[in-house]
């Protein structure tokens, strides 16, 4: 497929504002920072509770006197600023990719983000880009995590954490993609993402 046919340049005539989210707003900001505290929260429990599952786990022993405890904070902290920038660097070559556009990158109070302001792209190329890092950081911690399961216990529950902080930090990007598949079901839907803000545009009837 051309990437002409990913985008439009304007709003074609017919089509009408459906929907507006701005995550720099400060009750939406709030609201998937909190939601994306609680997936950690969650995730670092069911973390937990696999490592208790497995019998024989101490968070003094396993964790905090392990001779690389300071090794993985330190190896956890350089991950997480990588995968800030590696999660929207993911949604730019998705874009890119499909339609050759100048991207917008930057970061709020609120979230980074990366957008590509100047066109409207159709509702295949916005579902795929916006779920392009959940899908391809899920994919990646996955195998990672159940290696760690069965060989470190530190390391696992480091793991898990960046995977806790990687799913809460995609909740804005599975609410965009929730909307696709509940409500915005028209293929002809049109998205302009400007970053933080997404417009959602429909044909009137
Ligand atoms: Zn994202």
Known sequence: ???????????????????????????????????????????????????????????????????????????????????????????????????????????????AFCGVPHIYTYRRTAMISVVAPFAVFTLLFLPLLILFYFISPMCFLFCAAIFGLHVGGCSGDLYVLALFLFRFRDKRTLMRDTGPEQYFCVPQE
């Open 1 to 111: 497929m051309k990437q002409e046919q990913n985008f439009e340049r304007e709003l074609p005539s017919g089509y009408r504002q459906a929907k507006y989210i701005n995550a720099k707003n400060a009750k939406f900001g709030l609201l998937f920072n909190l939601i994306a505290l609680l997936v950690f929260a969650l995730v670092m429990v069911v973390a937990v509770l696999l490592l208790r599952g497995k019998g024989d786990f101490s968070f003094a022993e396993d964790v905090f006197m392990n001779d690389y405890y300071f090794l993985a904070l330190l190896v956890f902290c350089i991950v997480m600023v990588g995968y800030v920038v590696l999660h929207e660097l993911v949604h730019g070559i998705a874009y890119k990719a499909l339609t050759g556009e100048k991207l917008t990158f930057g970061i709020s109070w609120s979230c």
